[in-house]
Nanobody
Framework: QVQLVESGGGLVQAGGALRLSCVAS????????MGWYRQAPGKQRDLVAA???????NYADSVKGRFTISRDNVKNTVYLQMNSLKPEDTAVYYC?????????????WGQGTLVTVSS
C-alpha cells in the first residue's frame, strides 16, 4: 500500500504564491517520475509539471516561468512552487508518483488539494 499526502493548497490573490508538497510513503521500492496535475471544474486533468529521478523537468506551457517543480529523493517528496498565480490556475492539484512498489509497478495519486486564485 502506497499513500500520497498533499498539502499547501488554499486561497490566494492573483499575483500571489503558494507551495504545494506531496509526501509518498508505504511499500515503495523505487520512485521514478513525480509530477503535478490539475483539474478545473468541468475540464480534464492535465499535466502541470513533472520531474524525473535525475532531475529533468517538464512544464505545461501555461506555467513555464511561473511554477517550479522540485523533489527530495530521500524524503520521497515532490514540491510545486507556484508564483505569479492567475485566476486561471484555480483547480484541484493532484500529485502523481511512478516507480516500483513492493509487489507491482507504482502509479499512485494523491487525494488532491484545492488552489483558488481570486482576481
Amino acid at each position: 500500500q502506497v499513500q500520497l499526502v498533499e498539502s499547501g493548497g488554499g486561497l490566494v490573490q492573483a499575483g500571489g504564491a503558494l507551495r504545494l508538497s506531496c509526501v509518498a510513503s508505504g511499500s515503495i521500492v523505487r520512485v521514478d517520475a513525480m509530477g503535478w496535475y490539475r483539474q478545473a471544474p468541468g475540464k480534464q486533468r492535465d499535466l502541470v509539471a513533472a520531474i524525473t529521478s535525475g532531475g529533468s523537468t517538464n512544464y505545461a506551457d501555461s506555467v513555464k516561468g511561473r511554477f517550479t517543480i522540485s523533489r527530495d529523493n530521500v524524503k520521497n517528496t515532490v514540491y510545486l512552487q507556484m508564483n505569479s498565480l492567475k485566476p486561471e490556475d484555480t483547480a484541484v492539484y493532484y500529485c502523481n508518483v511512478q516507480g516500483l512498489g513492493t509487489w507491482k509497478t507504482l502509479n499512485a495519486w494523491g487525494q488532491g488539494t484545492l488552489v483558488t486564485v481570486s482576481s
